[in-house]
């Protein structure tokens, strides 16, 4: 018996809103349909009115988990078009942020991969872990989420001695615990049970359907854009690709672990080579006219930004690619012919950002399926009318 | 008198106001000691220590709006819940710590009881299908099927390895068998791979991780509750958590010596016992990950069935030897 389930727009396995439309038969899934668009924001239309400055700000809340790397992918790009090369301690400053920041994604996602296998233990003392990391991010930036330490041309906190120290005593805690997180995860018999063979994606398949990210490193595709165009510190500063060749949920497990670990080298690094000299330098309040790609590697997989500039302080355009939209389309393939037990497990394995990668709004009648395209005006026009003829709203029989 | 007795037998102890109490208390238990082992503290808030939390919960549950689909079978679907707990309960009083008299086999013991105590607990698996079945939501339909597809694969393993004990004391009868270890203490030992075989099947039967499947939030909402709110989820939560309680105790009469020592020293027995039980599924549960449907039939055949098989082999050999 053939029949169709509905994962969202709300469900429990889901954070945000979106639609996977499974037809399963009995519990192997047969097909899948993927539907966006129930979580628009219109953050790109919002950056084209804010200065270059405020859009620091704005392109921060795209993200509430890679807030940093979105940041940084637009204040990279800009200072480019505006030529400005900020001093080597802001820099380091920035990509330390940078680097907690991936620490503080990867724990979570690793308690959020437990969750949906089922295993609560684990994903609470990730969690636990998670508490340390976010207390270094607030003592640096004074703020737990959007850190607001980017700046154009540089950083807007220095850090001192003390801070250091502490810094340095999180991450050798965290390593601890991660290694320790790291054999639970390979080696647990029922979640490796849970994880391993599930959601394959070959090596082809990944480079065909432009997986980024652990996704992509996962399935053997040692593609990472701090190594292959190492921007600003990255170059001077000794890490490896993580990569597994197991191509399942598993592998982006063990390559997600082994991120954290590369990251509090890079921490360590980074922390004890830090430059003296200033943290920033003075910005213009306008951008030369030109266009910018920047890239940038997201706890999530590559993110782009594409910026141009007209001369004035407003950008002319801001293009957001979010990692979690390169991966749809391996997504599709990995859930196919899997159980309905592991599409929990195979989607939140892409670690998606559902809002981050939301750029249109379909209009879909609930009765029919049809769907429209409507100019605002005409949407206002009729919300406007069907508000005049409703009935008082405690009268009002709501159709499901 | 007798139909006062008989009352006070039925309502309060060891009826439904003592399996009550106590059924919350064993929740608040296994809650803590699973929040504990996640480095959490658990319910602190509601009475001293918490422990009135299952009960906050269980009456919050009762006043909350109670919706029953269009498209159910509404009286099926009402129904279900009342019969469930009470299947339960009956079988909580075949328990030998309220009738340890063993000269005296009266209503609630008698020879056989063993299979009844075991049937009993089977209905409520088939009771949560039908109830998936009579809402007609597209996640309960599939929890309801998983329903029955583990059952399929724990209750043989879980009758061989209950039974076993039981040739080896050579009775039906839970208070003999009881006796019998409680005599020959050191047979017990004997037992220990059908008491893990049990304990792993009872944690299979009561749905809880690693075989939450019915109910997997993440991958079916609520399983085979998704259509259940108010009161009749309030039910069958009770439900559950009798069950856990009549499965320990009877775990721990087969398998742990039963509850010598008359009613008060039985009782703390009962107690002790029971929680070392449910202290030994905690751990199973915060130890584990829930695992897939097909994986669980096939454990259960591959491992656990052959396992409980051994175990009633060692049983008749070691009956040979003995007489």
């Known amino acids: 018996m053939s029949f169709q389930i509905p994962i969202g727009p709300q469900h429990p396995a889901l954070k945000e809103p979106i639609s996977l439309r499974m037809t399963v038969e009995g519990e192997v899934i047969t097909d899948v349909d993927m539907r966006l668009g129930y979580n628009h924001r219109g953050m790109e239309k919002l950056a084209e009115e804010k200065s270059w400055l405020q859009n620091i700000y704005v392109t921060e809340r795209i993200c509430g988990i890679c807030s940093h790397s979105h940041a940084t992918c637009y204040v990279q790009g800009v200072e480019k078009l505006m030529e400005l090369a900020p001093p080597r301690r802001g820099l380091y400053i920035r990509y330390l942020v940078a680097e907690l920041e991936r620490v503080h994604s990867h724990l979570l996602w690793l308690g959020v991969a437990g969750h949906e296998a089922g295993f609560d233990s684990f994903f609470m003392y990730t969690w636990r872990d998670r508490e340390i990391v976010m207390d270094l991010l607030e003592m640096i930036s004074g703020n737990r989420v959007h850190y607001a330490i980017n700046t154009l041309g540089g950083v807007r906190r220095d850090i001192d001695e003390g801070q250091k120290a502490k810094i340095l005593e999180g991450v050798a805690t965290l390593r601890k615990r991660s290694e320790y997180y790291f054999y639970i995860g390979a080696n647990e018999p029922s979640f490796v049970a849970r994880i391993a063979g599930v959601g394959y994606l070959s090596k082809e398949s990944a480079i065909a359907l432009c997986a980024v990210g652990p996704v992509a490193r996962a399935s053997g595709v040692a593609r990472d854009v701090r190594k292959d165009d190492p921007c600003a510190v990255y170059g001077e500063l000794d890490f490896e690709v993580a990569t597994a060749d197991t191509c399942d949920v598993l592998g982006r497990v063990v390559v997600r672990v082994k991120e954290l670990l590369e990251s509090y080298k890079l921490i360590e690094q980074m922390v004890k080579g830090l430059p003296a000299g200033d943290i920033a330098v003075k910005a213009p309040r306008k951008a030369k006219p030109g266009e910018v790609v920047s890239r940038y590697e997201a706890p999530r997989g590559e993110n782009i930004h594409y910026i141009k500039a007209n001369g004035t302080d407003k950008p002319e355009r801001l293009k957001v690619r979010a990692p979690t939209l390169a991966n749809y389309p391996a997504t599709v393939e990995m859930l196919r012919k899997g159980f309905i037990a592991d599409i929990p497990l195979i989607f939140a394995a892409i670690d998606p950002c559902i809002c981050c990668a939301e750029r249109t709004v379909t209009l879909v009648a609930a009765g029919s399926g049809e769907e429209s395209v409507v100019r605002m005006s005409d949407l206002r026009r009729q919300a406007l009318a069907r508000h005049q003829n409703a009935p008082v709203k405690r009268n009002a029989v709501w159709p499901l | ?323």
């Open chain 2, 1 to 323: 008198m007798a139909v006062v007795r008989t009352l006070l037998y039925l309502v309060v102890y060891p009826g439904l106001l003592f399996l009550f109490v106590y059924s919350t208390f064993c929740e608040w238990f296994d809650r803590k000691v699973y929040a504990r082992l996640q480095n959490r503290m658990g319910p602190t808030h509601t009475g001293r220590f918490g422990l009135l939390q299952p009960i906050a919960d269980f009456f919050k549950l009762m006043a909350k709006e109670d919706i029953v689909p269009e498209a159910a079978d509404k009286r099926l679907f009402s129904i279900l819940p009342v019969v469930g707990l009470a299947v339960v309960a009956t079988a909580g009083l075949l328990l030998p710590v309220w009738n340890f008299d063993l000269a005296n086999p009266g209503l609630t013991s008698f020879s056989g009881d063993i299979i009844v105590v075991l049937y009993l607990l089977s209905l409520p698996t088939l009771i949560l299908f039908l109830a998936a079945w009579a809402s007609t939501n597209p996640f309960a339909t599939i929890g309801g099927a998983r329903v029955l597809t583990m059952f399929f694969g724990y209750e043989v393993p879980l009758f061989l390895a209950v039974l076993s004990p039981a040739i080896l004391a050579d009775s039906w009868r839970l208070a003999e068998i009881a006796a019998f270890y409680q005599a020959k203490p050191l047979l017990l030992l004997t037992n220990l791979l059908g008491f893990i075989v049990a304990v792993i099947a009872v944690q299979a039967k009561l749905e809880r991780t690693p075989f939450d499947i019915p109910h997997a939030e993440t991958e079916i909402v609520g399983g085979t509750f998704t259509e259940y709110s108010g009161k009749k989820l309030a039910l069958f939560r009770l439900t559950f958590d009798i069950e856990l309680v009549v499965s320990s105790g009877l775990l721990a009469a087969v398998f742990l010596g039963g509850f010598p020592g008359g009613a008060v020293v039985g009782f703390l027995h009962f107690v002790v016992k029971t929680l070392f039980v449910i202290f030994l599924l905690s751990l199973l549960r915060a130890l584990t990950s829930r695992i897939r449907i097909d994986q669980v039939v096939s454990f259960a055949w591959k491992y656990l069935a052959p396992l409980a098989v051994l175990q009633l082999l060692v049983t008749i050999l070691l009956k040979g030897l003995l007489s």
